[in-house]
């Protein structure tokens, strides 16, 4: 079917009409003649997949990646890095505007490596090889590397049919020392073969939760701190991003301040910030990343930080410990509206909200800004091609 795509949604996915239904047609840009086959039918939308452009943007380019059409995690590689840049920062803003939450022209940070930054990919493994599900049909799609993983992780998926395993899933993470540490799910019965240890640097293996080789976790070190993760507990994935976000949060902050870290993972955010507040406490809800966290503030010698496991809609409201401010960097699904309740019903001075997802965050605002207002707004490109985009938002009580 030939279909002329008339915009870019915040999916990253062409859009176009016919017959009064919206069709996202991936592998598409904007202006574009293009045909296409039917992915997904649905009543009031349908996806589709490029199979051949026939009109072509004046921003495509050749994809880098030589399983873009299959995997199709890379959104934008068929565009420059600064186009990519570009067409994510129009997609927030398209979003703002269109759901009420203002008209920004908004900077966007870009990363400064654009492939080889996440220092964690985790991939399915079926008949021996390795891969990815394609998001709408959960289809098995094969890969031989991943570009945006960074370079140890690479050449460790050179050597992953020493594992010897068929069916299951692989977790595979790096530090900043190439260390690696691999969480494998599976029935089947891997090899922990001596070349993989003699070529690659491993922290440490864990086969179905249990750790069969040295230990379940790392250290990491970010800007003068150290930071124990255990392979199940949540850390950044763009190091060179995280970092710049920590610096503009630090901003926000003076001494006086006593602050929440909510979904404080490891306590990335809160040991940074303890530097420079009075008092931190932190809510998370793994027990594995909380037992880190406060290994984390005694290993680098932290001493006004507590942490709490458990929800952020549980605990929120009971902490004995007064704040003034609070930081919020929940996962992709956004905040629990009790803990926008208890947000509104506090009057903080100021909500520092980092988000991994537009979609949930302009829900969230949309709450919140019935007492907050919105300070400034910020993009920052911690996870380059694809479509995602990490957003902080700095409110201020009205
Ligand atoms: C995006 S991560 C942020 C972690 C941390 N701020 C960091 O920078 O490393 C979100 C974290 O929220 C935690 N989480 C998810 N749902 C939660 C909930 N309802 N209450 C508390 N923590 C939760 C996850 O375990 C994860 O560690």
Known sequence: MQLRIEKIDYEGNGVCH?????????????????????????????????????????????????????????????????????????????????????????????????????????????????????????????IKNCLLAKEAIQNFLQDFSLLNFYEGSIMIRVNENDELLLA???????????????????????????????????????DHLLYKV?????????????????????????????LYDLYCGVGYFSLKLARIVKQVVGIELNQK??????????????????????????????????????VVDPPRSGLHKNVRKVLKEKKFEKIVYISCNPKTLVRDLQDLLEVYEIESIKLYDMFPFTKHVEVLAVLKLK
């Open 184 to 222: 494998i799910e599976t029935q089947d019965l891997p090899k922990i073969h001596e070349k993989i240890l003699l070529n690659h640097k491993i922290a440490g293996i864990l086969l179905n939760g249990k750790c069969v080789y040295n230990a379940p976790f790392f250290i990491e070190r970010m």
């Open 289 to 326: 990343a909380i037992f880190n966290a406060i290994y984390n503030a005694s290993l680098n010698n932290i001493s006004n930080v507590s942490f709490h496991v458990g929800k952020v809609e549980d605990l929120l409201e009971k902490i004995p410990l007064k704040a003034n401010k609070v």
């Open 230 to 258: 255990h392979a199940e507990s949540f850390f950044q994935v763009n190091f060179d991003i995280a970092e710049k976000i920590a610096l503009d949060i630090e901003k926000v902050f003076t001494k006086e301040d006593v």
């Open 18 to 142: 016919n017959n009064g239904k919206v069709l996202f047609v991936k592998g598409s840009l904007k202006d574009e003649l293009v045909e296409a086959h039917l992915v997904k039918e649905g009543k009031r939308f349908s996806i589709y997949e490029t199979d051949q452009v026939l009109k072509k943007s004046p921003l495509r380019k050749e994809a880098t990646c030589p399983f873009f059409k299959s995997c199709g995690g890379c959104v934008f590689d068929i565009v420059s890095y600064s186009d990519s840049l570009a067409l994510k920062k129009e997609m927030v803003e398209d979003l703002f505007r269109q759901q009420g939450i203002g008209n920004f022209d908004l900077e966007i940070l870009s990363s400064p490596k654009h492939y080889g930054y996440r220092n964690k990919i985790s991939l399915k493994v079926q008949n021996g090889q390795f891969g990815y599900f394609e998001e709408e049909t959960h289809q098995f799609v094969p």
